[in-house]
Each structure stands twice: as C-alpha cells, then as structure tokens.
C-alpha cells in the first residue's frame, strides 16, 4: 500500500512509523523545514517538505497513484481541502481525516470524505463508558444513515428489567440486536427476559434515541 | 467572515447599498475598520463553526462571502454555507489559483485575488487584456 500522509506532526510521524514498520510505503508532507529534518532522521527519507493542500505538492508526492490520503494536521479546515483535493483532482482511492471539532463530521461525511478519526469524540466514549449505567453509549452510527448502534447497561431500576422482550413497548424503527449476560452474547428472542446487568445492544433511528433511553433507565 | 481590509469594505459597500449585513470576525480589533458609525452587525466568532454561523443567522441569509485571510478556512465554510444551510449566493476568496480551479469545479464560486491583482497589473502595463497562462 502507497500512503501520503498530510502533516508530520505527532499524529503523522507515529502513523508513518508503525506503516513503515509493516511494509508499507509511505511519504510525509510536511511544511516545516525543522520537523520534516527531524523526520528524515528518524525514519529516512520519507519526507517531501512542502504544503500538502498545493495541488503542485500532491502531485510531486504522487497523489494520482496512492491507495490512501490521510490528513493528520492540527486543523480541520487543512484537513478537509487536502482530502477533496486529493479525491477530487487526483483521484485518490481513499482519504482519511483527522477531526479536531466533532461537529465537524457531518460536514466531512457530506463532502465525500471517505473515513474520520475524532479524538474528541473517542474520549468522550471513552469516558461515557467509565460511567456505569448512566447513559446509552453511542457505539457507532451506520454510515451516511442516521441510525445508530447504541448500548446501555441495564439496572435493578431499569423500567424494562424483568419483562420479557415480547411485551416491551420498544419506541418505532428501533430494535434490540443482541444482549451480553454475564460475558456471553447471544440474539434475544420474544421470550427473552431482561435481567439487571444485561447489556443491551440496540439499533435505532437518532430521533427515537431519547425514547429508548427513557426506556432503559428510570428516570 | 472575515473582517479585513477586503471584508470591512466589502461590508460598508453592501450596507451603503442598503442590505442588511452581519461580520464575522475571529478577533474583536477587526471590526474597527467598520468604523464607529457602521450600521450592520459584527459578531465575534469563527465561521466554520456551524453553530456560530447559525447564530449569525445564516439560515435566512441570501448571500455569504468567506473573505479571510486562510484559503482553506474560506473553502470549508463556504461549503458549510452551501451545503448544510443552503445559502443561494456563496462567494469564496481562494488566494492559490491552482486550488481556485479546483474548488470551482466543486461547484464553488471562487474569486482568486491572485489572478485579479496579476491581471489589473498586466492590463495597466501593457493596456492588453490578460489572456489565461499557459501551465
């Protein structure tokens, strides 16, 4: 695999290095002359120095033939030129971005961008998750849909906890895909009864999320 | 969005013209070039912010103008303008002729001030239009 990656700062030189590592080839934009010396240093001569949303810089780093863009500079707005540049100009196979803003993926998503790394947003998981059962954790949202894989811890207190599947009143175009009891999965069926500890995983549509929250927790 | 020398006078221009304008600027000094008579409304805020814009109004906007001083800041919020609130009128200033290109054919309307400013200075000079450079 042929990786360009926009931006050798911490985030690019590690990418680059673990790439390196298991074969792959890859070059490093970067535009500050100290940093893309210090590159070549360590990992050799992987480096073109230069700004990599210059259309003449992605064509010196061979854009029209990489499998993979990714743009990993400190700031969205670069990020973003540099992955449409390279699709839309150069014919990318696929572009990478890093985020900075969450509320920026929607935009990257809409404008064609083929995958994004938010590390905002994984802490917030992260620390949603350290929360027990306080919340439905967002798992992920299926792509260009608005529905989302959420997961919830269910309580004692939970108003679903000791019904069975059949006769709960789920909110529309939501479903509960699988449960995991005590470290095992398994598809839960009508006759599934809903037990404190029981961690529910569901899909539903963004609107309805409220609903099912209300449902899985007491208040 | 963007409160510089081409912002500012753009916003006094539009104002005189009797529109209803809102500058968006990242720093409060900026606004000082509107003058203290300036009838329009400034907001401190950056543009590519969905939220900002949104307070700013864009969502009954008839017309936005990305005029800042970074290309890529332009770009993103111009399509942010287009795409997200669906502003009709949505101008960009992009200073790299190459990415202008680019982003045109994204569907963006692009004014580069690189071109205009080489093409004046060219016309002036030589009192001849100035054709397209061969690349």
Redesign the interface.
């Known amino acids: 695999m042929y990786a360009i990656i926009a931006g050798g700062g911490k985030v690019g030189f590690f990418l680059a290095r673990e790439l390196i590592d298991q074969g792959h080839e890859v070059l490093i934009v970067e535009n500050i002359g100290d940093r893309a010396e210090f590159i070549a240093n360590e990992l050799g001569n992987v480096v073109l120095r230069g700004n990599a949303d210059e259309a003449s810089t992605l064509a010196e780093a061979g854009a029209e033939r990489a499998d993979v863009v990714i743009a990993v500079t400190g700031d969205d707005e670069d990020n973003l030129v540099i992955c449409q540049v390279a699709k839309k100009r150069f014919g990318s196979q696929r572009t990478i971005a890093r985020i900075n803003d969450p509320r920026n993926e929607g935009i990257f998503r809409m404008l064609g961008i083929d995958a994004t790394v938010n590390a905002t947003q994984m802490m917030l998981s992260v620390l949603e998750q350290e929360i027990p059962h306080a919340n439905l954790v967002p798992l992920l949202r299926l792509r260009n849909t608005d529905i989302e894989v959420v997961e919830a811890m269910l309580t004692a207190r939970s108003r679903v906890t000791g019904s069975a599947l059949r006769d709960v009143e789920l909110p529309p175009e939501s479903t509960i895909a699988v449960v995991i009891r005590d470290g095992s999965a398994f598809f839960p069926n009508g006759n599934t009864v809903l037990e404190a500890g029981d961690e529910v995983v569901a899909l539903t549509r963004g609107v309805h999320e409220p609903r099912l929250r209300s449902l899985f927790f007491a208040d | 969005m963007g409160c510089g020398r081409v912002g500012a006078r753009l916003a006094l221009l539009l104002v005189q013209g009797g529109h209803e304008v809102t500058v968006l600027d990242i720093k409060s000094s900026a606004f000082s070039r509107l003058g203290p008579d300036f009838k329009g409304t400034t907001m401190l805020g950056n543009g590519?912010?969905?939220?900002v814009v949104r307070r700013a109004g864009i969502e009954r906007a008839d017309a936005f103008v990305a005029a800042t001083q970074?290309?890529?800041?332009n770009?993103?919020?111009s399509?942010?303008a287009q795409?997200?609130f669906g502003v009709k009128r949505v101008v960009t200033r992009i200073y790299?002729p190459?990415?202008s290109d680019?982003?045109a054919?994204?569907g963006l309307h692009a004014l580069s001030p690189t071109i205009i400013g080489a093409n004046a200075f060219f016309e002036e000079l030589t009192g001849d239009a100035a054709p397209p450079l061969a690349v």
Request: net charge negative; aromatic share 4%.
């Open positions: 590519i912010d969905q939220e970074g290309d890529n800041r770009i993103m919020a399509q942010i795409h997200v790299d190459l990415r680019t982003f054919a994204l």
